[in-house]
């Protein structure tokens, strides 16, 4: 596995609305850097998935363990392999807040972002995901944008998948 330098940050989470390519860039670029690859979606508690495909969106209270328990996963791959790649959707500062503070330690977020039609277009191309098109848009109106102390990128989900993965690579070199 690839080791990291100081310029490198261990912990790496591409994040956006559900639909946005977490999972496909977040594979894709943890390929490219040669780092497992977790996906938060897998370490949701069970009550949480349940919520979401009855079309109910997460409230803080649900996301607050499961952000922890992503935190911990993260941290503790990147202490055996060196970096990890970790699709989540970390949508509000506060969630990026408890990630970083939870891990101990500075995080890189890849935010990708996009019109919203092309979002959907995508979802509704996902039969049988826990996160229903319906609640797309509770998700945009979740999102923040990064504040001027974090470090983040933002990439736009209309170029290709390697397009996007390469001008991830790139920022996090």
Same mark, same amino acid.
């Given at each position: 596995?690839?080791?990291?330098?100081?310029?490198?940050?261990?912990?790496?989470?591409?994040? #956006?609305?559900?639909?946005?390519?977490?999972?496909?860039? #977040? =594979?894709?670029? &943890?390929?490219?850097?040669?780092?497992?690859?977790?996906? &938060?979606?897998?370490?949701?508690?069970?009550? /949480?998935? %349940?919520?979401?495909?009855? #079309? !109910?969106?997460? %409230?803080?209270?649900? !996301? $607050?363990? $499961? *952000?922890?328990?992503?935190?911990?996963?993260?941290?503790?791959?990147?202490?055996? /392999?060196?970096?990890?790649?970790?699709?989540?959707? &970390? *949508?509000?500062?506060?969630?990026?807040?408890? *990630?970083?503070? !939870?891990? =101990? %330690?500075?995080?890189?977020?890849?935010?990708?972002? #996009?019109?919203?039609?092309?979002?959907?277009?995508?979802? @509704? /191309?996902? +039969?049988?995901?826990?996160? +229903? +098109? &319906?609640?797309?848009?509770?998700?945009?109106?979740? *999102? =923040?944008?990064?504040?001027?102390? =974090?470090?983040?990128?933002?990439?736009?989900? @209309?170029?290709?998948?390697?397009?996007?993965?390469? %001008?991830?690579?790139?920022?996090?070199?």
């Amino acid at each position: 596995m690839s080791s990291s330098s100081p310029a490198q940050p261990r912990l790496i989470i591409v994040m #956006g609305v559900s639909g946005a390519g977490k999972s496909t860039i #977040g =594979e894709e670029l &943890a390929k490219r850097l040669e780092v497992p690859f977790i996906d &938060a979606d897998n370490l949701h508690p069970r009550a /949480n998935v %349940e919520k979401m495909r009855g #079309g !109910r969106p997460l %409230e803080d209270t649900d !996301r $607050w363990p $499961w *952000l922890e328990i992503v935190a911990d996963a993260m941290r503790n791959t990147a202490d055996t /392999n060196g970096r990890v790649v970790c699709a989540c959707s &970390a *949508l509000r500062r506060s969630y990026r807040d408890c *990630l970083r503070n !939870r891990a =101990e %330690e500075p995080i890189a977020f890849v935010l990708l972002h #996009g019109d919203k039609s092309v979002i959907a277009q995508r979802q @509704a /191309n996902r +039969p049988g995901h826990f996160m +229903p +098109p &319906a609640l797309l848009d509770s998700q945009f109106a979740t *999102l =923040e944008q990064f504040g001027p102390q =974090e470090r983040g990128i933002t990439i736009d989900v @209309a170029l290709s998948i390697d397009e996007i993965v390469d %001008e991830a690579a790139a920022a996090l070199s």
